[in-house]
């Protein structure tokens, strides 16, 4: 398989999991100002929209999107449990965190982080953005996770998405809940050793 990514996007959801599973992959670096990949190839050939991450199978197949390309990484180790099992509850809250987490705080925070953006529309996206983290809060309480009670494939999407807060002029720690999860999320192997990968110049 082989990944792209940008550094400090949400491609860092994936890559995190791929290192949680220990699966083989490979690396290659997208610049999102001209969508050109390290190789030097037109990465819109990859991906249409020329927005990472982007998933090439071994087969060739490609897949794109966040939420799609999480579970798909699950569902490669099931003996790891970072996916509940197909046709389970909670493999439909997992799905109802991914699309939370796409569409309640990914989107809104691309709009927010984008230069672009009218600063009216800024102050709205805070507020909005506010009551979701809110809502988070409780949920991420003492040990709480994504999508329940343990550990899954939505939690890198989450921590990395929650990173962006500090870009976007929102202080978490209006919200210790939330901090205490970064740290936590923080501290493993797996995240410490992608943004690591992720730090190195081409």
């Not at 099931?78 to 996916?83: E, F, I, Q």
């Not at 691309?110 to 909005?128: G, W």
């Amino acid at each position: 398989m082989k990944l792209y990514f940008t550094p400090g996007f949400c491609s860092l959801a994936p890559h995190i999991v791929l290192r949680e599973l220990e699966l083989p992959f490979e690396l290659e670096r997208v610049s999102n100002r001209t969508k050109q990949t390290a190789a030097g190839a037109d990465y819109r050939e990859v991906s249409p929209l020329g927005y990472v991450p982007a998933l090439t199978l071994d087969d060739g197949t490609v897949l794109l999107e966040v939420a799609a390309i999480l579970p798909y990484l699950g569902d490669q180790r099931p003996d790891a449990g970072l996916c509940p099992v197909h046709g389970s509850i909670a493999r439909y809250q997992l799905h109802a965190a991914l699309n939370f987490i796409a569409t309640e705080l990914h989107k809104p925070f691309s709009f927010l982080l984008d230069p672009a953006t009218p600063d009216t529309v800024k102050e709205t996206l805070r507020a909005k953005i506010a009551t979701r983290l809110a809502h988070l809060a409780q949920r991420l309480a003492g040990d709480g996770h994504a999508a329940g009670p343990t550990y899954s494939v939505a939690d890198p999407y989450l921590w990395t998405v929650l990173g962006w807060a500090g870009f976007g002029k929102i202080d978490l720690a209006a919200w210790p809940e939330l901090t205490a999860y970064r740290a936590r999320l923080g501290s493993r192997p797996a995240v410490k050793a992608a943004l690591a990968a992720e730090s190195k110049r081409e």
